[in-house]
């Protein structure tokens, strides 16, 4: 924690408290990554079924588990590495001592001490409580509490325009006699997707 920073902080809390948002960059950038491989995933399935549209059940099942698996991998490894960042913020958080702040000109440490004891009745503690309290609170809530700007019952009927396809779809294995083993994945599959993916 550079101190300079940590002047900022102060600065933004004893101002009507500025609210501080979090921005997980990484974690975001992965899920960039995992979107632009679910596109990819979906143009080679497209090319795979229009190349040989008369393959085996079997094999289809197995091109599509081949094809999915990464994006489900790398969602996952998101998620992992978002928890691992709240995880270590809010230890961070709540072991926060101004103190302890790294500074490259060290005179600057003792006038920077002074403005926030000014901004804090007189006591670097008292803004080392803010800071494990009011300002982690605020903070942890605006990285995880956030909502999406459209409910979900709305973005759920959205998703619904793609229920044809799959109809389409489980329509066709149904005509084609494809094994009960291979129609029951595809079902739910379809059915997760349109009301748990597409909305996310």
């Known amino acids: 924690t550079r101190l300079w920073c940590v002047y900022e902080i102060a600065v933004a809390q004893a101002v009507d408290g500025i609210p501080i948002r979090i921005l997980p960059m990484s974690v975001y950038v992965l899920m960039f990554v995992t979107q632009m491989y679910g596109c990819a995933a979906a143009l080679v399935k497209l090319l795979l079924t229009a190349e040989d549209p008369e393959a085996p059940p079997g094999e289809v099942v197995l091109r599509d588990i081949f094809v999915t698996i990464p994006m489900f991998a790398l969602a996952a490894h998101s998620?992992?590495?978002?928890?691992?960042?709240?995880?270590?913020?809010?230890?961070?958080?709540?072991?926060f001592d101004v103190r302890n702040a790294a500074i490259s000109v060290e005179s600057d440490r003792t006038f920077i001490?002074?403005?926030?004891?000014?901004?804090?009745?007189?006591?670097?503690?008292?803004?080392n409580n803010t800071v494990r309290t009011t300002l982690k609170t605020a903070a942890m809530r605006g990285l995880?509490?956030?909502?999406?700007?459209?409910?979900?019952?709305?973005?759920?009927?959205?998703?619904?325009?793609?229920?044809?396809?799959?109809?389409?779809?489980?329509?066709?294995?149904?005509?084609?006699?494809?094994?009960?083993?291979?129609?029951?994945?595809?079902?739910?599959?379809g059915a997760t997707l349109v009301a748990c993916g597409y909305p996310l």
């Open 113 to 127: 001490y002074d403005s926030i004891e000014e901004m804090f009745d007189g006591s670097l503690d008292n803004f």
């Open 144 to 189: 995880t509490g956030h909502r999406a700007m459209l409910p979900y019952r709305s973005i759920l009927l959205l998703s619904m325009s793609a229920m044809p396809l799959w109809f389409s779809v489980w329509s066709s294995q149904s005509h084609e006699a494809v094994p009960v083993y291979c129609r029951v994945p595809r079902y739910i599959f």
């Open 79 to 95: 998620g992992r590495t978002f928890a691992n960042m709240h995880a270590k913020l809010q230890e961070q958080f709540e072991s």
